[in-house]
């Protein structure tokens, strides 16, 4: 009986401490984003130090946008390309989805926490991707600012 108390009590910590995302929140996923790492759910972590791509998320005031993947360059721009994802933010059952499209597939992935800074969303497969912030990089130093 002690045992399952415990049990019941850590549950509930866990619960009660995962963030809840309000609509206020979504504004915060637009911008670039670069991939930290995966957690599998079998606790077992990818990390990724160096990336070539990043995801370029934006999101309007109506709850649809598109995410892209863009590749830094040396210079403080990007390379894109025509190719995006559509992005539908859907709140359900207290939790905040985003439901991707494109002309031959369709997925959702699942909020489960964003700040200024940090972002992380779960697949299908019960797969954790950790973004950080991305910052246009500049090591030209040829006294230009980046936009």
């Not at 972590?45 to 160096?50: P, R, S």
């Not at 539908?88 to 494109?102: A, C, H, I, N, W």
Request: glycine share 4%; net charge positive.
């Amino acid at each position: 009986m002690n045992n399952l108390v415990k049990i019941l009590f850590i549950s509930f910590l866990f619960i009660s401490c995962q963030q809840k995302i309000k609509p206020s929140d979504i504004s915060q996923i637009n911008g670039y984003w670069e991939i930290e790492k995966v957690v599998f759910d079998q606790g077992k972590d990818k990390n990724y130090t160096i990336n070539e791509s990043y995801d370029y998320f934006q999101i309007g005031k109506n709850n649809s946008g598109f995410k892209k993947k863009v590749m830094p360059q040396l210079d403080g721009t990007f390379i894109v390309n025509d190719t995006f994802e559509n992005v539908e933010v859907r709140f359900e059952s207290g939790k905040v989805f985003l439901d991707y499209s494109t002309a031959y597939a369709k997925w959702t992935e699942e909020f489960i926490a964003i700040s200024k800074d940090k972002l992380v969303l779960k697949n299908a497969e019960n797969k954790e991707y950790h973004y950080k912030k991305a910052a246009r990089i500049n090591i030209l130093d040829d006294g230009k600012k980046t936009k």
